[in-house]
């Protein structure tokens, strides 16, 4: 069964610096996302992105986030100067965009800030 | 007011016993409607997708009350495996955002 694949696991870094975390999507879908959960709270969603642009992000997803889809297969979040608040687990997810159809979710990144 | 709340429990229960929780939803242009289940530190996982005129997947069963705008999730004859966080989750129309609630913790005990 086609699944969605992230990378890495586990991200260990400082304050300040700049991350990528790495995502692909199963590989019919057109539609990419990001949450996040950070530890004992609900997931949250991060952006959209179809066609090779954005959708729809929230209000988290400010001028320090950025995705990218850089070739046919992979989808990656950005972070560009990381914060102890950004501690989190990162998941992926990715579906065809029909209403009502299930988002698959990637086994997610646990980003530490340090 | 929070897009979806959920009581999150624990809800402890016994082997072979039923369990049932409500989440609410404040959204009232919310088109699709989900229960998820996430396994501890783990992704997550599609449950069933919930009807307007309910339906039953096996042991579960999940309703929806667009006039309260709540959701239910039941579950029969629970087992060990059971054991998980179950999120309700909203999707508002004309987009695909996915609103997420707190989750229902629920631990079965032997």
């Known amino acids: 069964e086609p699944e969605v694949t992230q990378t890495p696991s586990h991200q260990v870094t400082q304050m300040g610096q700049e991350v990528i975390l790495r995502c692909v999507p199963i590989s019919n879908h057109l539609y990419f996302y990001w949450y996040r959960q950070i530890l004992g709270q609900k997931v949250e969603f991060l952006v959209s992105?179809?066609?090779?642009?954005?959708?729809?992000k929230s209000e988290i997803f400010d001028d320090q986030f950025s995705v990218e889809r850089p070739d046919g297969s992979n989808f990656t979040l950005k972070i560009r100067s990381t914060k102890l608040e950004d501690s989190a687990m990162y998941f992926c997810a990715s579906n065809f965009g029909i209403q009502g159809d299930e988002q698959y979710f990637g086994p997610g990144t646990r980003l530490t800030v340090t | 007011r929070k897009e979806v709340e959920q009581d999150p429990g624990p809800f402890n229960v016994p082997e072979g016993a039923t369990v049932a929780f409500n989440c609410t939803y404040s959204n009232s242009a919310s088109q699709s409607f989900f229960w998820y289940r996430q396994d501890c530190r783990k992704e997550p996982k599609l449950l069933m997708s919930?009807?307007?005129s309910g339906n039953e997947d096996g042991r579960f069963t999940a309703q929806l009350n667009r006039a309260s705008q709540y959701i239910s999730l039941l579950i029969r004859d629970s087992k060990l495996s059971d054991s998980a966080t179950y999120l309700c989750v909203v999707n508002t129309d004309g987009n695909n955002r996915l609103a997420f609630g707190k989750g229902n913790q629920v631990v079965v005990i032997p």
């Open positions: 919930v009807y307007s």
């Open positions: 992105f179809y066609n090779n642009e954005i959708s729809e």
